[in-house]
């Protein structure tokens, strides 16, 4: 299962609302995750299940969808959430989109 | 909460053999199944191997079916990966990540370990 992410970067501001994309070649239904990585860092998981968030994860996050199209949405950036975005899904053998990097305008 | 720690990474000629190693801490290991995720300089993430909490089933990436081989030993709480005739496209970060449903092999991970380099290189 091909998983495919938009934008590849997004340069946005503190305070911004923003929405990364990922697309699935096809249904994985809900079994859908989304990570957080830091450069030089290992990937934390926010959002598993399409919608639920990681103990712990700001409520800023939040995650929907089904099927093949699902939405990661931050609102309010903050300073710590400029990293790279990366989608999994795991309905078959687990598959990552090629991850959006949220920079700073 | 549990820790992974990743080592056996390095430089290596195209063609050689490595083994990584992955000491889990502060779960039951055993009872989770467990994967190696790859990530190339300046690429993004890709599952390799992922292996049932008793190492009877292991699923492959496609990529590197018949080089790669994903087994684990329990009593000494540690996941391995041996990577056979290495090539430059195996250049990445290895890391080791806990699959979070427990036993189930198809599942969201966490935690994951720091990660250990290969490089190949002539």
């Known amino acids: 299962i091909q998983m495919t992410q938009s934008p590849s970067t997004l340069s946005a501001s503190v305070g911004d609302r923003v929405t990364i994309t990922c697309r699935a070649s096809?249904?994985?239904?809900?079994?859908l995750a989304w990570y957080q990585q830091k450069p030089g860092k290992a990937p934390k998981l926010l959002i598993y299940?399409?919608?639920t968030l990681e103990s712990g994860v700001p409520s800023r996050f939040t995650g929907n969808g089904s099927g093949t199209e699902f939405t990661l949405t931050i609102n309010s950036l903050r300073p710590d959430d400029f990293a790279s975005y990366h989608c999994?899904?795991?309905?078959?053998?687990?598959?990552f989109g090629q991850g959006t990097k949220v920079e700073i305008k | 909460e549990g820790q992974l720690l990743e080592s056996g990474g390095g430089v290596v000629q195209p063609g050689q053999s490595l083994r990584l190693s992955c000491a889990a801490s502060?779960?039951?290991?055993?009872?989770?199944?467990m994967t190696w995720v790859r990530q190339a300089p300046g690429k993004g993430l890709e599952s390799v191997a992922t292996?049932?909490?008793?190492?009877?089933?292991?699923n492959y990436a496609d990529s590197v079916k018949g080089r790669f081989t994903i087994s684990r030993d329990n009593s000494k709480n540690t996941l391995y990966l041996q990577i056979d005739n290495l090539s430059a496209d195996d250049t990445a970060v290895y890391y080791c990540?806990?699959?979070?449903?427990?036993?189930?092999?198809?599942?969201?991970?966490?935690?994951w370990g720091q990660g250990t380099l290969v490089s190949v290189s002539s």
């Open positions: 096809e249904t994985v239904k809900k079994w």
């Open positions: 299940e399409a919608s």
């Open positions: 292996i049932s909490s008793l190492g009877s089933k292991a």
């Open positions: 990540a806990r699959d979070s449903y427990g036993s189930q092999l198809l599942s969201p991970f966490d935690p």
């Open positions: 999994q899904q795991y309905y078959g053998f687990s598959t």
């Open positions: 502060g779960f039951n290991f055993g009872s989770y199944a």
